[in-house]
């Protein structure tokens, strides 16, 4: 069966700081995506970005950047010079099937940056 | 503007007592979840419509139902069955059932039995 494995519970960084959030998957099928999603005090999760499993090119984004390494099974969300609006819970998923059926997702990483 | 509307954004149950919680959709997605978050765990699937007047059951199926009559529309029906329904509810939709594309949130509905 599918999984994915947030393994920090909560960060807390300084306004400015980098900072990583890691992402590990599992799963049989050959063709897979991987997204994340931030969710803000307000409940509704935000979609960031979608990775296909054939495509490993890193990817950046702002202050937003994307390491996929399949040999590691990881997809893991780095945000650079963060900021206090940075602060929510990230989640990452898998999506898998045919049709789409099975969207995991982790437990989610609480990130709080402190001004 | 399109998007999905969950309502209502609280709800208050007692013991004993069915409750539905609403989502609307005017994306013209055919797919359509329903997600349970307890403090601290992820999303877990409760049930999923990838078409009208057909859904599958997901991890946490037990002590709910739904129904798909309308493409826009996937109520919740939570029953006196599921013994611990206190939890925040994501209803999601996505273009189709395939897997390559990003799920649409709600705002959720808090639920809280008293």
């Known amino acids: 069966a599918q999984k994915v494995t947030q393994a920090q519970t909560e960060i807390s960084v300084v306004e400015k700081e980098d900072v990583t959030l890691d992402c590990v998957y599992e799963?049989?099928?050959?063709?897979?995506?991987l997204f994340w999603y931030k969710q803000p005090p307000s409940g509704e999760l935000v979609f960031l970005i979608r990775?296909?499993?054939?495509?490993?090119q890193n990817e950046i984004s702002g202050r937003y950047s994307w390491n996929f390494q399949k040999s590691t099974s990881s997809f893991n969300f780095t945000i650079t010079a963060s900021q206090v609006v940075d602060s929510a819970v990230y989640f990452c998923?898998?999506?898998?099937?045919?049709?789409?059926?099975?969207?995991?997702f982790g437990p989610g990483t609480r990130l709080s940056v402190l001004p | 503007d399109g998007g999905i509307t969950q309502s209502p954004k609280y709800l208050f149950r007692k013991e004993g007592q069915n409750v539905t919680l609403s989502c609307e959709q005017n994306?013209?997605?055919?797919?359509m979840y329903w997600y349970r978050q307890d403090p601290g765990q992820g999303l877990r699937l409760i049930y999923y419509?990838?078409?009208?007047?057909?859904?599958q059951k997901g991890d946490i199926a037990e002590g709910y139902s739904v129904s798909r009559e309308k493409k826009e529309s996937f109520p919740l029906t939570v029953t006196s069955a599921q013994k611990n329904p206190t939890a925040f509810y994501l209803c999601?939709?996505?273009?189709?059932?395939?897997?390559?594309?990003?799920?649409?949130f709600g705002q959720g509905t808090r639920l809280t039995v008293v």
């Open positions: 999601a939709s996505r273009i189709s059932g395939t897997p390559n594309t990003e799920a649409f």
């Open positions: 799963t049989r099928d050959t063709t897979y995506y």
């Open positions: 990775r296909n499993s054939f495509d490993e």
């Open positions: 998923a898998l999506s898998e099937g045919h049709y789409g059926q099975n969207f995991v």
């Open positions: 994306l013209n997605h055919d797919a």
């Open positions: 419509s990838q078409i009208v007047n057909d859904f």
